[in-house]
């Protein structure tokens, strides 16, 4: 240890503290959700719970709000007038939206989000110190908290046997969230470098857009212009970045939005509008 | 009491031996009420351990919190006793500054005041913590991993501005008792003689310590009113740099410092019923000093008042759709009882204080000062609650009551404020001798000096005389501010 | 932390080497690894080439939790089965899952598996070793019992493949026809109108190619045939030319959720909403298909008014739908649960499919499926025809020894058929069985057998959704974790052995799915590269078999409908709908907590049960979300906490089938009500079947209140716009067609 260390290289690790998030992007992985087609089956919920060893909570907790789905699929009935809900339900998978602008990142005290070259905004388990700021500063209110430590109760033997080795079992007292699942993305990174490649979309996919039935939720780099995603973001005409967008104003109903762009986080996933048919 | 004493500040004919017999009168003996209320604090105190323990082995789920509400009384409470801390600052501080005399009989307690809230509000961020134990990495200790806190969030800038207010404080309502120390050092015995001896830091009383001390006090007095201004502002900014509806308010530092204030004056108000009834404080604790504390509360309050009206219009006439839902929620959802009795006792109880007869009858001032308080603890209810229970995202929208666990730990920090306070009053002289001295010695010059004048007319040369014959009592102060 | 992982079991499964194909890859391995058993460190200098610590190697097997059949990559990491993806090559799933498959891991790993053999012992099950149980079965059941083929039975759930076969094999070595094939969740109305009128139990059906598609109650994307099949499907027809879905249902399924139009319909009625559509189509004349006079006169009395006095549809909405059926052509018209399952089902359903034969939709949206060439491996369909047989038997005492596997009788029984009571009338009852469920907890043998992940087996999904039909192979994805189960097939293998000499080259039920396998003709191997002796191999990779079709066009027909709808005034004025969702299914997942946790997709509540009223019922009653109510039919009560939506008929209250469980482990036991047991036995006046939606109910409030625990604060967008919503002509405007 050394403080001399630390007179000495004053400066690096001063700016390293400044910079607090990277404006040069390796990847910028990003989603698209086409809400027409996802029909709110819930498999991408139960896809996160098996790669991300995510704890069951049971009844009471669950009770008390303190569930831990990465990965929720909202349900929204909007019928106000009429008998009944004739134009079905509204369905909505919620995830971290992984922003650019992120406003969980600026608030936490010691820096346990924080903005990776990827584009992700990484949650490191063992550096939070559970103040959960972050959480009360995300407006789609996607990060969990461990409030008790479930892993004591949530994989009784030889459950625990399922638990994915390649991420931890969160302890009571931690921040955790949707990584896009980093693991898998660090798995592909590794593999495209040792066979000297770059990472080619469709590499690494989620857990949530790899369940999917309808094959509604697309993720990849929207860094790379060949992307599946990054060519529906640009069909649909949203650009990553912090400011609301003005669209073509020839095309302004085509499908694309971000959820709480007017707030400026940026998010990196892209919600397709639901279509039904007025006619009907 | 006597008549003659209701409208001024003390009696200045109080003799200076009486003054130190009064106060080390007050440190002495307990008497039932005293263990009855040290027993009840006591009580309070030791359930909130248990409670912090069970907590801290279950995880934060015990105190009921939960997705949206991630954040519920602790930080409520917390900002309550920040709030509380800044009568002590305002009272010797600011008022020394502008040389307010009322102020000495009870600045002591205020300051005391000050540095317990302080002490309490210190334990609830760590309470709130999810990993308590790493706590330290807030601070910007040396690290050869070259890992910093993160400065751009305003919990590191609460850790910075707590500890520094906190010592700061305690340093001020140390060194505002050295002369004091030094009194009691000659009235007592034993333990407590030596106790004093060591504290009173070899305090003789001679022109040069003197000199040092008015010094020190000044520059600590001018130094706490900006840092207690900028505490609140941090705290304030806990909230006002989030994007949380409600939260992200422009107006929030000086809203809370001026609810800080006003809590803290209520708190004042209420200490200085207690302290002059228990301890029969009457002659120091007078109802003139009372009505100029009011009247000072009344004033932060009106502040506070507008402040807050002034939030309302601007979320109301922003039109910012999820600012005016929280507002709309606050005022008609599950928290409007909660939130109508902060309007009701932060702003509509005040007016009672324009009342002289209800300012200078105690108990009424009891019950208004406890329904300030209660206003005030509401209040940062009222900031913290409904935004939770209401942001951006409807799909999270939940209602807290909290737990039990969580209201024994908020409950059971008054416990803990009591029974430091109570410990200090029997240790500490809740008054200051030496500066009810100076304000009975200032008192007496003035009249003193107004007797002359109209005796001496003609002859304004005497005045010089007498002034010169006032001699110098041990532990009085020069005359240098005269 | 408490978790002890034993990471350290690595596989030993027979014939492997080579079979995975590693789809992943991490760091390499940089570690020395201890050996399961040893006390020394070994070098991993020389591995194996497929298992590699600290890299999943992904295994194709088959999926169990439903009888679908889809394909799946299990990942195996140093012996354990950590994850499940779908088989991108399986034409069933094409690489997808739903929440049923993707859980498939919690139900291999559940604490509550049944460990070792257990025995009946005066009242009380207790444990005892593979010897003892066997040598009771055989006791029981082998050559010298004596036992009459006629009194043995069996019951199990979908069954296919040559799991299928050796079931059949077995009962027939006994002498017995006795193989009630029991499923709650089926679709066996729809099978017998399908069959009837288009020769073809379970047709092909092309949603993609459909206009627009009109549901009567078919909760294809839930629960209905191939669920993630059809979700597949449904994203094409929505992407491409952009269909329509209509459904109509006394209670919003998940299809209906996601419907562009959702009717609620009076329960029982469906039949009647068809015909008065088909009727107002001849009227019209837009059918493609000509009718007959006889059925056109039929038809006449359904008029419009009088449809919608019956249905309560109105009139302007059947009509909207009968041009929507002819400007969209082709079409699609299904029939799911709700419409089948009442007394007049087999009607209703025909009366829907004739919307599909003169609107012309054969051949075009319905179409003749691949069926499997072996017939015997072909699936058997679970249906509750048998329900109703076996609890017949049971109650005219006709049963000596009962088998049961895969299915949970005791719990899905309604309680008047006294299923549970008549167990108790056979002298032995053998429980195949991975769980304490009800059922098995009343056996007199519980034999403990391996999971989906431990097992061997074939599967030929019932479903064909390919031109080619399919067959999926299951191959265990790890070793067992408890010592003391076994594999089915072994089982059945060692009880063919006591009779048939022949079984005798197997020493295994692997072996012997190897050699069938294997010796498959080639029209069924075919599409398998390589010679002979590499097909199985090749199988393994693979996952699947596609066999060559049989080419049979449909034949259209039309029967006879006598589609009438009953009154009921006997002071039960509402109907039950137990409705079915994608997670627990018929009950049979209620033991995964995944599934305990996962809410349900249209009411949001977990862990518990529920019934959904609609809010003007509610207001009658004087009920708001978490009160309870008491749901009484003419067999039964039970209560549960309300759950108020716009999404079901007034007349209907749903409770979701599921819980309910006495038994059946930690996570299921004792949670919520099952609205089966309180089921009249009504029968399906055609097929036989179980009419599990006709029973009538009257709904009173219970007086008490509990927090309803479900996901979600507010139930609306509260004005923001999170789904955003625009119409098909704005879609058309700005993306153009397709």
Redesign the interface.
């Known amino acids: 240890m050394s403080f001399k260390n630390i007179l000495e290289n004053f400066s690096y690790y001063r700016r390293d503290a400044e910079d607090g998030g990277h404006h040069e992007y390796d990847h910028r992985f990003g989603m698209t959700i086409d809400?027409?087609?996802c029909?709110?089956?819930?498999?991408c919920?139960?896809?996160c719970?098996?790669?991300n060893n995510l704890a069951?909570?049971?009844?009471e907790r669950?009770?008390k709000g303190q569930?831990m789905?990465w990965m929720?699929?909202?349900?929204?009935?909007?019928?106000?007038e009429?008998?009944?809900?004739?134009?079905?339900?509204?369905?909505?998978p919620m995830l971290c939206q992984n922003c650019g602008a992120a406003t969980c990142e600026p608030v936490c005290p010691v820096a346990a989000t924080y903005h990776t070259p990827d584009g992700l905004n990484a949650q490191v388990y063992n550096r939070c110190i559970g103040s959960r700021y972050c959480s009360n500063n995300c407006p789609f209110r996607v990060r969990y908290f461990n409030f008790w430590s479930y892993?004591?109760d949530?994989?009784?033997?030889?459950?625990?046997?399922?638990?994915?080795?390649?991420l931890s079992?969160r302890?009571k007292g931690v921040m955790e969230k949707c990584t896009f699942c980093i693991q898998r993305i660090r798995?592909a990174k590794?593999?495209a470098q040792?066979e000297e490649r770059v990472m080619a979309d469709g590499d690494v996919v989620t857990?949530c857009a790899?369940?999917?039935?309808?094959?509604?939720i697309v993720f990849g780099d929207t860094m790379d212009p060949d992307s599946r995603v990054s060519k529906l973001w640009e069909k649909h005409q949203v650009h990553r970045g912090p400011f609301l967008q003005k669209k073509d104003k020839t095309?302004?109903?085509?499908?694309g939005?971000r959820?709480f762009d007017e707030l400026n986080v940026d998010p990196s996933i892209l919600?397709l509008?639901?279509?039904?048919?007025?006619?009907? | 009491m006597s008549q003659v004493i209701e409208d001024k500040v003390i009696d200045e004919k109080l003799e200076w031996s009486r003054i130190n017999a009064d106060v080390i009168a007050s440190m002495q003996a307990p008497r039932k009420a005293y263990w009855i209320t040290v027993f009840v604090c006591l009580t309070m105190f030791l359930c909130a351990i248990a409670a912090e323990i069970y907590q801290y082995k279950m995880g934060l789920g015990a105190a009921g919190l939960n997705n949206?509400h991630m954040w519920d009384m602790y930080i409520a409470t917390f900002v309550f006793w920040i709030g509380m801390s800044h009568a002590g600052t305002l009272l010797s501080a600011i008022l020394h500054i502008i040389h307010a005399q009322w102020r000495k009989p009870i600045y002591r307690f205020a300051e005391a005041m000050t540095t317990f809230s302080l002490m309490t509000a210190g334990f609830f961020p760590m309470i709130h913590l999810g990993r308590v134990w790493n706590l330290y990495w807030v601070l910007p200790y040396v690290s050869d991993r070259g890992i910093w806190p993160n400065f751009r969030s305003p919990l590191v800038w609460d850790a910075f501005a707590i500890s520094t207010y906190l010592s700061s404080s305690a340093l001020f309502l140390f060194i505002g008792m050295i002369p004091d120390m030094a009194i009691l050092r000659d009235h007592t015995t034993g333990w407590r003689k030596k106790l004093y001896g060591i504290l009173c830091l070899g305090w003789r009383g001679d022109d040069r310590q003197w000199r040092n001390f008015r010094r020190t006090y000044m520059l600590l007095a001018c130094f706490l009113i900006p840092l207690a201004i900028s505490v609140h502002s941090i705290v304030s900014s806990d909230f006002a740099m989030s994007i949380m509806p409600g939260w992200h308010v422009t107006t929030f530092p000086p809203y809370f410092v001026a609810g800080a204030l006003y809590s803290g004056c209520a708190a004042i108000m209420t200490l200085f019923v207690c302290l002059r009834y228990f301890f029969r404080m009457e002659e120091y604790m007078t109802l003139n000093i009372m009505e100029k504390t009011t009247k000072l509360t009344f004033a932060i309050a009106m502040v506070w008042t507008y402040l807050n009206l002034i939030e309302f219009s601007a979320t109301w006439y922003g039109h910012n759709?999820y600012d005016k839902?929280v507002l709309i929620a606050k005022a008609t959802g599950p928290y409007a009882g909660v939130f109508w009795t902060m309007i009701f006792c932060g702003m509509v109880v005040p007016f009672t204080l324009c009342f002289q007869k209800l300012r200078r009858h105690m108990p009424t001032m009891f019950v208004i000062s406890i329904l300030l308080n209660l206003g005030m603890y509401v209040e940062r209810w009222m900031i913290v609650a409904p935004t939770l229970a209401q942001a951006h995202?409807?799909?999270?929208?939940?209602v807290l009551w909290g737990s039990v666990i969580q209201w024994a730990i908020v409950f059971g920090s008054f416990g803990w404020f009591g029974l430091l306070f109570l410990v200090f009053v029997k240790l500490f002289p809740c008054v200051s001798m030496y500066e009810v001295k100076e304000l009975c010695f200032h008192l007496k010059h003035e009249i003193h000096e107004e007797e002359l004048a109209k005796k001496h007319a003609a002859t304004k040369a005497a005045g010089k005389a007498e002034e010169g014959s006032g001699g110098r009592a041990p532990g009085t102060p020069g005359l240098e501010g005269a | 932390?408490?978790?002890?992982?034993?990471?350290r079991k690595f596989l030993k499964m027979l014939g492997w080497g080579g079979a995975g194909t590693a789809l992943?890859?991490?760091?390499?391995p940089t570690t020395v690894t201890l050996e399961e058993g040893k006390e020394e460190v070994v070098s991993y200098l020389m591995p194996e080439e497929y298992a590699i610590p600290g890299i999943g190697v992904w295994y194709a097997s088959t999926c169990t939790q439903c009888e679908a059949g889809c394909g799946l990559h299990g990942r195996v990491?140093?012996g354990?089965?950590?994850?499940?993806?779908?088989n991108p090559d399986s034409p069933v799933?094409h690489?997808?899952?739903?929440?049923m498959?993707?859980?498939t891991?919690?139900s291999?790993?559940?604490?509550d598996r049944i460990t070792s053999p257990m025995m009946r012992k005066g009242s009380t099950l207790q444990s005892v070793s593979w010897d003892e149980a066997m040598s009771a079965l055989t006791s029981k059941i082998g050559p010298d019992s004596g036992v009459k083929g006629d009194r043995v039975g069996m019951i199990t759930g979908t069954v296919s493949g040559h799991q299928a076969v050796i079931i059949d094999e077995l009962l027939a070595q006994v002498g017995s026809k006795n193989h009630y094939v029991h499923e709650v969740i089926n679709t066996s109305v729809w099978s017998s109108v399908c069959r009837d009128m288009l020769g073809d139990e379970m047709p092909k059906l092309n949603y993609d190619k459909a206009g627009v598609i009109l549901s009567f109650g078919a909760d294809f994307?839930?629960t209905w045939i191939s669920?993630?099949h059809n979700?597949?499907e449904?994203?094409k027809f929505?992407?491409g030319a952009?269909g329509?879905l209509?459904?109509v249902e006394p209670k919003?399924t998940?299809?209906?959720?996601?419907?562009?139009?959702?009717?609620?319909a009076k329960p029982g009625t469906e039949g009647a909403l068809a015909l008065g559509i088909a009727n107002f189509i001849i009227e019209r004349g837009w059918n493609a298909v000509d009718v007959p006079s006889s059925i056109a006169k039929t038809l006449n009395q359904y008029t419009l008014t009088a449809v919608e006095k019956v249905t309560g549809v109105p009139v302007n909405k059947i009509k909207?739908i009968a041009s929507?059926l002819t400007e969209r052509a082709p079409s699609l018209v299904i029939a799911g649960a709700s419409t089948e399952n009442h007394e007049n089902g087999y009607d209703a359903v025909a009366s829907v499919m004739l919307l599909n034969l003169i609107m012309g939709n054969i051949g075009k949206t319905i179409e003749a499926s691949a069926k499997f060439p072996e017939k015997a491996l072909r699936a058997k369909q679970g249906n509750t025809k048998d329900l109703l047989l076996l609890a017949k038997a049971l109650k005219d005492n006709k049963l000596d020894v009962l088998f049961t596997y895969n299915t949970n009788p005791a719990f899905t029984a309604p309680a008047v058929l006294q299923v549970s009571e008549g167990l108790s009338s056979v002298g032995f009852k053998v429980a195949f069985s991975m769980f304490p469920d009800e059922t098995t907890l009343q056996a007199d043998l519980v034999l403990p057998i391996h999971s989906g992940m431990e097992d061997w087996g074939t599967h030929v999904p019932a479903y064909q959704p390919d031109t080619s039909s399919v067959l999926s192979l299951q191959q265990p994805l790890m070793e067992p974790?408890h010592k003391e189960t076994r594999g089915f097939g072994d089982i059945m293998l060692s009880m063919l052995k006591l009779r048939n000499k022949n079984f005798g080259d197997f020493p295994d039920y692997y072996s012997y799915l190897q050699t069938a396998v294997a010796n498959m003709p080639a029209d069924v191997t075919g599409s398998v590269e390589g010679a002979s002796k590499d097909i199985w191999s090749n199988v393994l990779q693979k996952g699947i078999v596609k066999a060559k079709a049989s080419a049979n066009a449909l034949t259209p027909k039309l029967v006879d409908m006598k589609f009438k709808v009953k009154h009921d005034n006997s002071g039960y004025p509402m109907h039950l709908v137990p409705s079915a969702r994608?997670?627990l299914w018929d009950g049979r997942h209620a033991n995964i907590?995944?599934?305990?946790?996962?809410?349900d997709?249209?009411a949001?509540v977990?862990?518990?049960s529920w019934a959904e009223l609609?809010p003007?019922k509610a207001s009658e009653l004087g009920v708001k979300n978490g009160d309870y109510v008491r749901v009484t039919s003419a067999s039964g009560s039970i209560e549960a906490q309300v759950y108020i939506?716009?999404?079901i008929h007034?007349d209907a209250v749903s409770v979701p089938m599921g819980q309910g469980h006495d038994e059946f482990g930690?996570y299921a036991k004792g949670?919520g009500v099952n609205p089966l047991k309180i089921l009249n036995p009504l029968m399906e006046r055609r097929t036989g079947e179980l009419a599990t939606h006709a029973t009538r109910v009257k709904v009173t409030n219970a007086h008490k209140h509990e927090?309803l625990?479900h996901?979600?604060?507010?139930?609306?967008?509260?004005?923001?716009?999170?789904?955003?919503?625009?119409?098909?002509?704005?879609?058309r405007?700005?993306?153009g067609e397709a």
């Open positions: 809400l027409d087609i029909t709110g089956c819930n498999s919920s139960t896809a719970y098996a790669e069951v909570v049971g009844k669950f009770e569930a789905h929720r699929v909202e349900r929204y009935w909007d019928n106000i009429g008998d009944y809900a004739e134009e079905g339900a509204k369905f909505l892993y004591e949530s994989w009784p033997e030889p459950l625990n046997m399922q638990l994915n080795p390649d079992v302890d798995t590794d593999k040792r857990a790899q369940a999917c039935p309808t094959g509604a095309n302004e109903e085509i499908r939005y959820i919600y509008e639901r279509v039904r048919d007025t006619e009907v | 949206p759709i839902e995202s409807p799909h999270q929208w939940d | 932390m408490s978790v002890k992982v034993n990471r992943t890859g991490c760091d390499l990491r140093e354990r089965v950590l994850k499940v993806e779908g799933n690489g997808k899952s739903c929440m498959g993707q859980s891991v919690q291999h790993y559940n604490p994307l839930g669920p993630v979700m597949g449904y994203a929505r992407k952009r329509s209509i459904q919003m998940l299809t209906g959720g996601n419907a562009d139009l959702w009717i609620p909207r929507m974790i994608l997670g907590p995944w599934l305990q946790e996962f809410p997709q249209i949001k977990v862990w518990g609609h003007k939506h716009k999404g007034p930690r949670r927090k625990v996901l979600g604060g507010s139930e609306t967008q509260v004005g923001r716009k999170f789904v955003k919503t625009i119409s098909v002509d704005q879609l405007r700005t993306e």
